[in-house]
C-alpha cells in the first residue's frame, strides 16, 4: 500500500511541543545569554580560540585545526602556513585607493589571520553566503607580494547554491568540522582538561550548542516521533542510505515549513486583530454603552506592542477599569497572571479580561466563544456573544 503523502505542516505543528522540550531540558550558556544569534557575537569567540595567546591556553592548535581544514581542501601548490598567525577583527578590506576615494562603503571582513608570507580572509555567517560582501575585494586584501592568500567562508551549514559572484571559489569551513577536531583535541590532552576545567566547560558548552544541538528526548517522545513519521509518510528516509545527509535533507524541510507556519501564522494574528478592532470600532461600543449608564467605552485602542499587541483596549467613562479583549500569545500571558485562570483553555478563542481600578494587575478574564477564524471572516452586527462577555465581566457575574 502506497503511503499516504506527508502533511508537513501538520507534522511540524504536532512536534512542536515535543522539540521545544528538548530544547527546554538541557543548559546550555549560549542558550541562556542568546550569544551566537548574531554573526559578530560568534566571531568573538572564534577569534579568541584562533589567538594563539588567549586565555584558552590551547596555543596555536585552533589555528592548526583550522588551517588544516583549509589547506585539505586546496591544492598541493596552494597549501598556507598551519601557524604563527596574527588575529584582527572587523577589517576594512577596501584598497589605500577605495578608501581616499570615498566612493566605496566600509566592506568589513569577520577575521583575518595574517603573517608576512600569508592571509586568511574570513566572513562568518550561518549559512555559506557572501551575503553582499565582495569576494574579489576581500581576495585582493589578502593577497600580497609573496604572499599566499584564502579567503574562508565559515558557517553552521553549507549551502553551495548560496556561493555566488565569486564565493564559490571560497573555503567553506562548517562549524562542525573545526569544532568537532577541536573536541578530539581536547579529549587526546586529559593535563590540558583537568588544569583548565573552566576552559573545558566554555569549549563543551559552544560544542554542545552550534554543533550537537538540543540533547535527544525522552524516549516516550521518541517513540511519538517515530510514530508520526510512520503515518506521514516519512518513514522511508530511515532506509536512505545515507543518514546523515537524510538527516539533514528532513532537518532543512521541517525547518522551512517551520518557518513558513511561524510567518504565516503571525499574519493570521495581524487578521485577527484587524477583524476584532474594526468590530469593536463600529459595532460593540454601541452595543455595550446602549446597556449601560455609567463606564461607558469611550475609546478603542489597539497600539500596545510585543507579547502585549494581541489586545484591543475597550477604554471606559466615569474612572471604570479598561477591559480588553485579548487573543493568542497575548491570552496566554493574561490568563497565567490571573488571580482565577481559566482552566483547560482554548486559545484558538477570544478571552475578555478586566484590568483593576487604577492599576495595571488583571482583576478577571473570561473566555468566549468566538473564534479566532470567525473575528477573521467578520462578526455580523447582531452578534452578541462579545457585549455579553464584556457586561459579565465589567459587572463580576
Known amino acids: 500500500m502506497a ?37 559578530k557575537q560568534l566571531s568573538n569567540v572564534f577569534a579568541w580560540l584562533l589567538a594563539a595567546d588567549a586565555t584558552h591556553a590551547l ?16 591544492s598541493i601548490d596552494k597549501q598556507l602556513p598551519s601557524t604563527d598567525y596574527r588575529v584582527a577583527q572587523e577589517v576594512d578590506t577596501r584598497g589605500d585607493e577605495e578608501a581616499a576615494g570615498g566612493d566605496v562603503g566600509m566592506d568589513i571582513a569577520d577575521i583575518v589571520l595574517s603573517r608576512q608570507d600569508a592571509a586568511v580572509v574570513i566572513e562568518n555567517y550561518w549559512t555559506s553566503d557572501g551575503h553582499y560582501h565582495d569576494f574579489h575585494r576581500y581576495l585582493a586584501h589578502a593577497v600580497g607580494p609573496g604572499r599566499a592568500a584564502a579567503v574562508v567562508l565559515l558557517c553552521h551549514r553549507r549551502e553551495t547554491h548560496r556561493q555566488l559572484d565569486g564565493w564559490e571559489d571560497a573555503v567553506v569551513v562548517t562549524y562542525a568540522e573545526v569544532l568537532g577536531d577541536l573536541q578530539a583535541h ?46 506521514t509518510g516519512e518513514s522511508a528516509r ?33 487578521r485577527v486583530k484587524a477583524g476584532l478592532q474594526g468590530f469593536a470600532r463600529t459595532t460593540l461600543t454601541d452595543q455595550v454603552n446602549d446597556e449601560v449608564k455609567t463606564g461607558q ?83 455580523s452586527q447582531d452578534d452578541d456573544r462579545l457585549r455579553k462577555a464584556v457586561l459579565a465581566v465589567a459587572s463580576g457575574d
Open 238 to 270: 530511515y532506509g536512505y542510505r545515507s543518514q546523515d545527509r537524510a538527516a539533514q535533507e528532513f532537518a532543512d524541510l521541517v525547518a522551512e515549513h517551520a518557518r513558513r507556519q511561524f510567518e504565516d501564522s503571525r499574519e493570521t494574528l495581524v
Open 3 to 39: 503511503q499516504r503523502q506527508t502533511d508537513m505542516s501538520g507534522f511540524v505543528t504536532a512536534l512542536v511541543p515535543m522539540l521545544s522540550r528538548s530544547l527546554a531540558e538541557e543548559f546550555n550558556v549560549f542558550r541562556v545569554m542568546h550569544h551566537g544569534t548574531h554573526e
Open 59 to 74: 596555543g596555536d592548535a585552533f589555528q592548526r585545526i583550522f588551517l588544516e581544514r583549509i589547506n585539505a581542501k586546496r
Open 297 to 379: 467605552v469611550t475609546k478603542v485602542e489597539a497600539k500596545l506592542k510585543g507579547i502585549w499587541q494581541w489586545c484591543i483596549a475597550l477604554y471606559r467613562a466615569d474612572a471604570q477599569p479598561t477591559i480588553l479583549l485579548v487573543f493568542g500569545p497575548t491570552a496566554v500571558v493574561e490568563n497565567e497572571s490571573a488571580p482565577e485562570p481559566v482552566s483547560d483553555p482554548d486559545y484558538s478563542r477570544v478571552f475578555v479580561t478586566l484590568k483593576a481600578t487604577g492599576q495595571q494587575s488583571l482583576k478577571r478574564i473570561m473566555q468566549t466563544n468566538v473564534s479566532l477564524e470567525e473575528a477573521i471572516n467578520g462578526l
Open 186 to 231: 581536547v579529549a587526546r590532552d586529559p593535563a590540558w582538561c583537568e588544569r583548565h576545567r573552566e576552559q573545558r566547560f566554555f569549549i563543551q558548552q559552544m560544542i554542545d550548542h552550534f554543533v550537537e544541538g538540543p540533547a535527544a528526548v525522552n524516549p516516550d517522545d521518541q517513540i511519538s516521533f517515530i510514530k508520526a513519521m510512520c503515518e
